[in-house]
C-alpha cells in the first residue's frame, strides 16, 4: 500500500467545526487575496469557455461550493463531480449546488481513482495538505484525467526557493490574519493551521512537477503573498 500523502484528516481542520457561511468568512478573513484569486479564475474560466466547450468539470476538495459556484454559474450546462473527505463541507455543497449537475463524492483525492476526459479540473486552497510526493503523484493523476487541450486551474499557497522571500511572505501572511480574525479564536485556529498544519511547497518546484507530468503551458496568473493561482493546460 502506498504511503498516505496527505497530512490531516476532515475533523483536524476549521471546516468541520463551523457552519459553510461562517468557515466561507473565515477562510476570506485567513487567506490573503482570496477575493481577487476567485476574480481571476473567473476571467480564466469566461475565457477558456469562450473557446472550448466545457461539458465535464472535477474539483478536488470542493469546500462548501464557494468556487464551484462561481464556475457553474458562467457554465451552467457543465456537469461537476465534486470531491471532498469531510461530510460537512459536502453537505453544504450540496445546498449551494442544488439547481446544478453535480455528482459528490466523499473521499481523500488523493487515494481515490480519477475518471477521465475531465475539460476542466480544478482545486483551490487544498493541495498543501499533500506532502511533495504526494503533489507530484496528484499532478500526474489530473494530467491523466484531463483531455488533450484540458485546462487545470490551480489555486493555492506555496512558498518560494528564496528564503528571505519566503520569510517575508510568511510574516505578512501572519500579519493579515491578526488584522483580519474575526475573533481571537479564529486567530488561534488559522494561526496554528498555516503554521503547523499546512505544507507550502515553493512555487519554482510546483511548476517544473506539473511541466514534467505532460502538462504543455503552465503560467502563474495572480501571485499575493503566499496565494497563487497557476492556469496549466494539457
Excluded at 459553510?20 to 476567485?38: C, F, Q, T
Excluded at 480574525?181 to 485556529?189: F, K, N, T
Excluded at 505532460?214 to 496565494?227: C, D, Q, R
Amino acid at each position: 500500500m502506498d504511503k498516505k500523502t496527505t497530512n490531516v484528516r476532515a475533523d483536524e481542520l476549521n471546516y468541520d467545526k463551523y457552519a459553510s457561511e461562517i468557515y466561507d468568512d473565515d477562510i476570506k478573513r485567513s487567506i490573503p487575496g482570496h477575493d481577487e484569486l476567485h476574480k481571476t479564475i473567473e476571467k480564466v474560466v469566461r475565457e477558456f469557455s469562450q473557446k472550448h466547450e466545457v461539458k465535464k468539470i472535477l474539483e478536488l476538495g470542493i469546500g462548501t461550493g464557494l468556487t464551484s459556484e462561481k464556475i457553474l454559474k458562467l457554465i451552467p450546462i457543465a456537469s461537476l463531480t465534486a470531491v471532498d473527505f469531510s461530510e460537512q463541507m459536502l453537505g453544504g455543497a450540496k445546498e449551494r449546488l442544488s439547481k446544478y449537475n453535480v455528482k459528490y463524492v466523499l473521499g481523500d483525492y488523493s487515494e481515490l481513482k480519477l475518471d477521465s476526459d475531465f475539460d476542466m479540473v480544478l482545486s483551490v486552497i487544498g493541495i498543501h495538505h499533500q506532502n511533495d510526493e504526494g503533489k507530484k503523484k496528484l499532478f500526474r493523476k489530473i494530467s491523466n484525467s484531463l483531455k488533450s487541450g484540458g485546462i487545470f486551474i490551480f489555486g493555492d499557497l506555496v512558498t518560494y526557493r528564496d528564503e528571505k522571500k519566503a520569510a517575508v511572505n510568511d510574516a505578512r501572511h501572519y500579519h493579515y490574519l491578526v488584522e483580519n480574525a474575526r475573533d481571537d479564536q479564529a486567530l488561534e485556529e488559522w494561526a496554528h493551521h498555516h503554521k503547523f498544519l499546512n505544507l507550502l511547497a515553493p512555487i519554482e518546484d510546483q511548476i517544473e512537477w506539473l511541466k514534467k507530468v505532460g502538462f504543455s503551458t503552465v503560467e502563474v496568473k495572480y501571485e499575493h503573498l503566499n496565494t497563487v493561482l497557476i492556469i496549466a493546460i494539457k
